[in-house]
T-cell receptor, first 116, second 114 residues
């Protein structure tokens, strides 16, 4: 069973539009961590945010905001007033305290294209 | 720049060959992870090292091996290469192993097997 689902394969928006990237996760652990990474066309993976399972406060960082809802097992990412430089593939990932490898389990990614 | 370095950036080789990918973690990080990103499998965990010792294995093929040296750099060895091994290989590092630790990724090595 897929543990991290990013149902949106590709999203295309026009610059300055707001866009939300969805992430749904599945775990039996009560302690877990959720992450978002950005992969621009150059290929590297850039860390954006980490959230633990006990902290459901939403977080805002500039134009980026994250909405964590345990009730729906979702950790969605919103970009406000999108810019062309936001074009990238965005990955949601899960790390479980009960998994001794502490590996990141990645979703399949959402490709965001921001058109000028 | 995450502080994690990987060499080479690109590698083109033939089936049946062996290659070595190198990773230097961020200063102060003791834990190194290797991941493979392919079109059909997505991002998959391969193996983890902590302070020179292997800690965990994921979906790593027997043809692949890795090690972490006393200076904490790590190498991933891929042998008897097949076309399907073509992928982007990432190294990530964190201070300690642990689910709460943020893994910082290197720029990756893009391997093409012809």
């Amino acid at each position: 069973a897929q543990k991290v689902t990013q149902a949106q394969t590709e999203i295309s928006v026009v610059e300055k539009e707001d866009v939300t990237l969805d992430c749904v996760y599945e775990t039996r652990d009560t302690t877990y961590y959720l992450f978002w990474y950005k992969q621009p066309p150059s290929g590297e993976l850039v860390f954006l945010i980490r959230r633990n399972s006990f902290d459901e406060q939403n977080e805002i960082s500039g134009r980026y905001s994250w909405n964590f809802q345990k009730s729906t097992s979702s950790f969605n990412f919103t970009i406000t007033a999108s810019q062309v430089v936001d074009s990238a593939v965005y990955f949601c990932a899960l790390s479980e305290a009960g998994d001794s490898s502490y590996k990141l389990i990645f979703g399949s990614g959402t490709r965001l294209l921001v058109r000028p | 720049d995450s502080g994690v370095t990987q060499t080479p950036k690109h590698l083109i080789t033939a089936t049946g060959q062996r290659v070595t990918l190198r990773c230097s973690p961020r200063s102060g990080d003791l834990s190194v992870y290797w991941y493979q990103q392919s079109l059909d499998q997505g991002l998959q965990f391969l193996i983890q090292y902590y302070n020179g010792e292997e800690r965990a294995k994921g979906n790593i093929l027997e043809r692949f091996s890795a090690q972490q040296f006393p200076d904490l750099h790590s190498e991933l060895n891929l042998s008897s290469l097949e076309l399907g091994d073509s992928a982007l290989y990432f190294c990530a590092s964190s201070v300690d192993p642990g689910p709460q630790e943020t893994q910082y990724f290197g720029p990756g090595t893009r391997l093409l097997v012809l």
